[in-house]
């Protein structure tokens, strides 16, 4: 990697600290000085909001949150906030809710403090999704970018293990697309090394002792390293693919994610001996597939995409929408029949080994 490159660092103020949630908003809903908040949250982390919120009074809280975010209920919420006059966005959740209050934002321009309780990352990136008519659209625009972020590893507690695995692994995607992202630099790849390094520890000690905080404080930490890296690479051809998997067949996010990566890795590793050897060393191996699939052994991570609905039917449809997607810069040149290769493989979840030699 030349150092020659263009870098831009995103405004965020980030608070850490477990069983600090409440404390912490009731300070930064002062700072902001606002007076109208909507705490959106799921109905399934409603518990945990009604936690956060003890400190301060919404005058409106939202529950209708659906992964992907269609349009039809963002435009719901936004006249339901509108209507409220709002004055600050508070998100309590995963990324589908953080989602939900990134959509408001971006057509109202009312900041938004999130509260994150899974490891997608979404809280520390610039960037939308909405899916309208099975297409997801995705755009980047600052007024997304949550203002603050507070992070408390007590409120992930009750993220089941094999929901912290997936969503961790979704984290740790974001690290290994961004050392061949197309905007990929060596800021960026240093935050991505010390993610998959954190995350990988994390999860390790989620697995072995679900209720320790210290894995899951490493977790949430990876997991912001892991967003800064991404928002900053830009999506490679993981994500491009994940999008398209998510969009287009309705796939599980986090899970769709920890399925893809070994073979993407498995793909371009041969081409990309610098990403290989940041990758390898995070893991502590020689190799970074070996690395990699040694956790995912130990994680009982979810193993192919069948699993989820996605069948060998629908890799011309999937291969279609995406090829023209995937970056040029990748490191190994990607046309339909080297896609539907990596898709079968993820597909029926045989070892992506097969990938290497393609
Ligand atoms: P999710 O938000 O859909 O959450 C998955 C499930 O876990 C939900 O049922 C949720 O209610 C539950 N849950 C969340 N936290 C919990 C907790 N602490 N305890 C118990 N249950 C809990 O899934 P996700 O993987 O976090 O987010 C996926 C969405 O985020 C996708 O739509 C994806 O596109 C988006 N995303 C966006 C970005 C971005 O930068 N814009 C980045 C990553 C993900």
Not at 90 to 117: D, E, H, Q, W, Y
Not at 319 to 345: F, K
Request: proline share 5%; hydrophobic share 45%.
């Amino acid at each position: 990697m030349t150092l020659n490159f263009e870098h831009v660092t995103l405004g965020q103020r980030v608070l850490f600290g477990s069983g600090k949630a409440a404390e912490h908003l009731a300070n930064e809903v002062r700072r902001l000085g606002a007076d109208r908040v909507m705490v959106i949250a799921s109905e399934f982390e409603t518990a945990i909001a009604d936690n956060v919120s003890t400190l301060i009074s919404p005058v409106l809280r939202w529950d209708e949150v659906v992964m992907h975010v269609p349009v039809e209920v963002a435009q719901k919420a936004r006249d339901t906030a509108a209507a409220h006059q709002i004055d600050l966005l508070v998100s309590v959740g995963g990324g589908s809710t953080t989602g939900l209050a990134k959509a408001i934002a971006l057509t109202t321009g009312v900041p938004i403090i999130a509260v994150p309780t899974t490891y997608a990352g979404s809280e520390a990136t610039n960037v939308w999704g909405m899916t309208e008519a099975a297409r997801k659209t995705t755009g980047v625009d600052d007024r997304v970018l949550p203002v603050t972020v507070i992070y408390d590893a007590a409120l992930t507690l009750s993220l089941p293990v094999e929901l912290s695995v997936a969503s961790g692994l979704n984290g740790m995607a974001h690290c290994v697309d961004s050392l061949w992202a197309p905007k990929t630099d060596p800021i960026n790849a240093a935050l991505a090394a010390e993610g998959i390094r954190a995350l990988s520890q994390g999860l390790r000690a989620i697995k072995a002792s679900p209720q320790g905080l210290a894995g899951r404080e490493q977790a949430l930490y990876g997991a912001y390293l892991s967003a800064v890296a991404f928002a900053s690479a830009g999506s490679g051809m993981h994500h491009k693919i994940c999008h398209v998997l998510g969009g287009t067949f309705n796939l599980p996010h986090a899970q769709t994610h920890a399925i893809m990566l070994p073979y993407v890795l498995a793909f371009n590793s041969p081409a990309a001996p610098e990403a290989s050897d940041r990758i390898a060393a995070a893991f502590g191996t020689a190799d970074p597939n070996d690395g990699l699939q040694t956790l995912r052994k130990i994680l009982e991570a979810p193993r192919a995409l069948a699993d989820y609905g996605f069948t060998l039917d629908n890799i011309d449809e999937a291969v279609e929408v995406a090829v023209p997607q995937i970056p040029a810069t990748n490191p190994r040149h990607v046309d339909r029949e080297s896609l539907a290769a990596v898709l079968t493989a993820a597909t029926t979840g045989e070892d992506p080994k097969i990938l290497t030699d393609l």
